[in-house]
């Protein structure tokens, strides 16, 4: 029976695939439903980034891929969508499904003997074939994920073996989908000791004093990480956001060097893993304790540990049947507590590489704060009249829907909820750290894809501690309306795929040509991008376009890689006199002043005065009570910047040099302090 959530739910989101590709013109609603579950595909933990490449030949069929180049697997995903919004009217047989499986298999097998050679060169998936054809040595798992917008009849991912590549079957349909959408709920790991470890592992317990924690110590063997990672993949680790980097780091390297010249030394060398887990279930005898059962099983620190097991074992056929691991399990009792310690046990526990949990990150300052500020603060009305509308910060997937069931409970209540918070002004965390890494000029780090480029961004974000959230909600709305208004650009263009890396290349490029003066305000008073603007960025994604794909490199690759955007920095284009009627120019908006500094004079400046200098500043202007608080404490910030040999953001380099320049003319003179 389907529940009547699903029916809600196939409803709004085939109503989301028509109105997108009406809004964009010309788009097949397959394209969009692709895209849309790639999306959250993404967020699950499925794959890192989807790459569109539709193609269908002599039975072969497949929508997007993923390749990951540190693990050497790839994923394939193919699509059936049927366009039924009555899921009871879309029900797929399991004849059908295996078909689909089929279809992504043949062109993997196919693609592995040069199917490339019979693909024309224009088509996306030509680069997937070629792709899959150079590294047919390397790969170790193809996943084929079926994404659909009917229903399928429950089945388990199954797994075979073709040609040395394990290869992973999985189904997404639209009940799956709706559950994820809707409740932000993954998969729940639940690991049986006895299933890995041949029995209970032995364990000792320590409970804290307050009962907000137990901690479990034990040692595991190696074989039972490897196994456990076997079945689960990246999924156990760190809250499902991919942590494991490459071997060329000097961390793994080390790991994978002990495995294969040390294994009874690797106890010793490793620092272990660290697990949090929701319950535990443990046995206890004469001989101590031992762990029976655990519940939603994390590791939050030592992914690279267990994929490095894992990928040795593999791939070098090593013998870790001597390694053993040291365990640190903790369970938290009470649920307000996860969100507030997890993400401090991955930090201080960690001595490797750095782990940003994406998930849980966006429960930490300043996101609710942001998200509050998304539900207070109304949108202008574009129209000069008294609509109002919002936009909807959802840090949390599914809660949107939860806010709208608890706000909205008739059909008029819920009316006037989307008329409010019209669904196309919602945005998560992954496109708001994808708008604003773009803007920071970082469309390389923004290629990496979502999970990647947002714990990138939000290391920046939590150390803007000085900003101010509303100023900075308007400016996230701007650049928001800025990338959708570019998106349906690239969409007419008819480009052949990379619509997502021509989007950011594009956009970076305009920003640091106009030195970021383009008025966010400006975009956000008028809820729209000005024309001037908008008619510069078609030629510039042109150039873009044909700028990343001439490359000997895989295409995708190649844009996450700085040397692409260095490239396209150094590119000739003339901007057009008409675009600075968009820039900021201060108070009523004066004409384009190009003697204003660029913002790398504006570093400089402040580099130069030394770290010493702003600390002098900021205890000069603190004695007066000159300026704001908020000044002085920037002037103390960037004195620490420098101490510490951090280069300065332009961010906080601005108002610095502001506020340098206001003390000289109230009477500071550093040249005699």
């Given amino acids: 029976m389907i529940a009547e959530d699903v029916f809600e739910f196939s409803r709004d989101f085939h109503e989301e695939i028509r109105a997108e590709a009406n809004a964009i013109g010309e788009v097949m609603r397959e394209t969009v439903f692709v895209e849309k579950m790639g999306s959250i595909l993404e967020d699950y933990g499925e794959i890192e980034s989807l790459v569109p490449c539709p193609y269908k030949g002599r039975g072969m069929k497949v929508d997007g891929y993923h390749y990951d180049d540190e693990l050497k697997d790839i994923t394939l995903v193919i699509s059936h969508f049927m366009d039924e919004d009555d899921p009871a009217k879309a029900r797929i047989p399991n004849d059908e499904v295996n078909s689909l499986f089929r279809s992504a298999t043949n062109f993997l097998t196919r693609s592995l003997k040069g199917l490339q050679n019979r693909i024309d060169i224009s088509n996306e998936a030509h680069e997937l074939a070629s792709l899959i054809n150079e590294c047919r040595g390397d790969i170790r798992t193809a996943k084929i994920v079926v994404i659909t917008d009917g229903i399928t009849q429950k089945r388990p991912a199954d797994i075979d073996v073709i040609d040395d590549i394990e290869i992973i079957r999985t189904v997404w349909d639209i009940e799956r989908t709706c559950h994820f959408y809707r409740t932000g709920e993954r998969e729940k790991i639940t690991i049986e000791f006895a299933e890995y470890c041949g029995g209970p592992l032995p364990c000792v317990v320590r409970k804290n004093e307050t009962d907000r924690y137990s901690t479990y110590l034990g040692f595991i063997p190696g074989s039972a990480l490897a196994d456990m990672y076997a079945k689960w993949g990246i999924k156990m680790l760190d809250m499902n956001v991919r942590v494991f980097l490459s071997s060329r780091g000097n961390v793994n390297r080390g790991i994978r060097e002990t495995i294969l010249k040390e294994p009874d030394m690797f106890c010793a060398y490793n620092n272990g893993i660290t697990v949090f887990a929701r319950s535990v279930e443990v046995t206890s005898s004469e001989a101590g304790f031992g762990l029976v059962r655990a519940e939603d099983f994390q590791i939050v620190n030592g992914g690279q540990t267990t994929a490095s097991l894992y990928h040795t074992r593999k791939k070098d056929r090593a013998d870790i049947g001597n390694i053993y691991v040291q365990m640190k399990l903790t369970v938290i009792h009470k649920t307000e507590d996860v969100p507030i310690l997890v993400p401090k046990i991955s930090e201080y526990s960690n001595t490797q590489n750095k782990v940003q949990l994406a998930d849980l990150a966006a429960n930490q300052a300043p996101h609710p704060e942001i998200q509050t500020i998304s539900n207070n603060i109304p949108a202008p009305d574009p129209t000069g009249g008294s609509r109002q509308t919002y936009w909807f910060y959802e840090r949390a997937r599914g809660s949107y829907e939860e806010f709208r069931n608890l706000t909205a409970r008739t059909p008029a209540q819920k009316r006037q909820f989307d008329a409010l918070r019209p669904k196309h002004q919602k945005f998560d965390k992954i496109k708001f750290g994808k708008v604003w890494n773009t803007y920071l000029r970082l469309p390389h780090m923004v290629s990496l894809g979502g999970q990647k480029n947002f714990g990138r961004f939000n290391e920046w974000l939590r150390e803007q501690k000085e900003e101010d959230w509303v100023s900075f909600f308007k400016k996230t709305v701007a650049l928001l309306i800025l990338w959708n208004s570019v998106e349906k650009i690239i969409r007419r263009q008819s480009f052949q795929g990379y619509h997502h890396n021509i989007v950011a290349y594009s956009l970076a490029w305009l920003f640091h040509l106009t030195d970021l003066r383009i008025d966010l305000e400006k975009i956000w008073q008028k809820q729209a991008v000005s024309d ?103 002037c103390f910030n960037m004195g620490k910047f420098l101490q510490k040999g951090k280069e300065p953001s332009v961010a906080l380099s601005i108002p610095c040099k502001k506020a340098w320049e206001e003390a000289e003319i109230r009477g500071w003179d550093h040249s005699h302090e």
């Fill in 532 to 634: 001037k603007i908008l008619d510069i960025l078609e030629p510039m994604s042109q150039i873009v376009n044909d700028y990343i794909r001439d490359t000997q490199q895989n295409v995708t690759e190649y844009c996450k890689r700085e040397e692409c955007w260095n490239g396209l920095k150094v590119r000739d284009f003339t901007l057009p006199p008409s675009i600075r009627d968009e820039y900021i120019a201060g108070g009523g908006r004066p004409a384009y002043d190009p003697s204003i500094p660029s913002e790398k004079e504006v570093i400089e400046f402040c580099k130069n005065k030394g770290s010493k200098g702003w600390f002098e500043l900021s205890k000069w202007l603190k004695e007066r009570n000159f300026l704001t608080p908020k000044a002085r404490s920037q």
